[in-house]
Each structure stands twice: as structure tokens, then as C-alpha cells.
């Protein structure tokens, strides 16, 4: 099986994140995930975050530090996802007709989220806590 690169952009603002709904006739779709992509062949993280945000949700963004990376594998391909905190520089408008929301952290957990994503979902939700 192939291993798929994929950058995700963890963005906080005021104790929530930014999360967008994945499309109809995607990999997991209706599944709300954050924002971001494939990496192209040759192409860096933070150059490809940056491009996915723009694309996404027509934005730029100061990428920051990766926080954590996964690998998952998934009943037809293996995913190596490096999430990586992100600034927006401008309001973020959904570019492809997806759904997007702010989510208290707190909250995460009660979405559906990507199976990758629960060891994220949880150092965030650790970081919450008092």
C-alpha cells in the first residue's frame, strides 16, 4: 500500500479551532477534519499547508510548528499526517462549497472526526484541561 503525505493546519483562536467538513465522494466523507492536503511530490509541509490553506479556504497563513505526526492505516491506504499549528493572516472562506466551524476545544471530541486524528483530539484536549 502507498503512503499518502497529508499536512493539517491546527488553528486557534480564543480557545477553539478551526474545522471543515470533508466533500461528498472523498475519503471520508462527511467527516469534519482539519483543514488541509496532500503533499505534492518534492514539495515541503509548510509549503503545502500553506498552498491547501489558499486553495481551501482562500487564505494565507503563518505556518508554524508541527505538533504531532501520525501514520494510520486505512482498510485501502496508509496516511502520514502532520499536523502543524498555523495563524491565519486574513478570514478564512470556504473555497470548495465545504462546511466550516469553529469548535471549542473542549468539543472536539464529540465530532466526527478521522480515526487519524484522535491522538491530536486528545494532546489538545490535555492542554485545555486546568
Not at 467538513?21 to 475519503?27: D, K, Q, V
Not at 466523507?29 to 492536503?37: A, L, T
Not at 500553506?50 to 497563513?61: D, N, S, Y
Not at 466551524?101 to 468539543?107: A, F, L, R, T, Y
Amino acid at each position: 500500500m502507498t503512503t499518502i503525505v497529508v499536512t493539517a493546519a491546527v488553528i486557534e483562536d480564543d480557545g477553539r479551532v478551526l474545522v471543515t467538513r470533508r466533500l461528498a465522494g472523498t475519503h471520508l466523507e462527511g467527516y469534519w477534519e482539519f483543514p488541509g492536503g496532500k503533499c505534492e511530490p518534492g514539495e515541503t509541509h509548510a509549503a503545502c499547508l500553506a498552498r491547501e490553506l489558499h486553495e481551501e479556504l482562500g487564505v494565507a497563513a503563518r505556518i508554524g510548528d508541527e505538533i504531532l505526526a501520525v501514520t494510520h492505516t486505512y482498510p485501502d491506504r496508509v496516511v502520514e499526517l502532520h499536523f502543524i499549528r498555523c495563524r491565519l493572516t486574513g478570514t478564512p472562506i470556504p473555497q470548495l462549497g465545504q462546511q466550516m466551524q469553529w469548535v471549542p476545544v473542549e468539543s472536539l471530541a464529540t465530532l466526527r472526526l478521522p480515526p487519524a486524528d484522535t491522538e491530536l483530539v486528545e494532546l489538545l484536549t490535555r492542554q485545555e484541561s486546568p
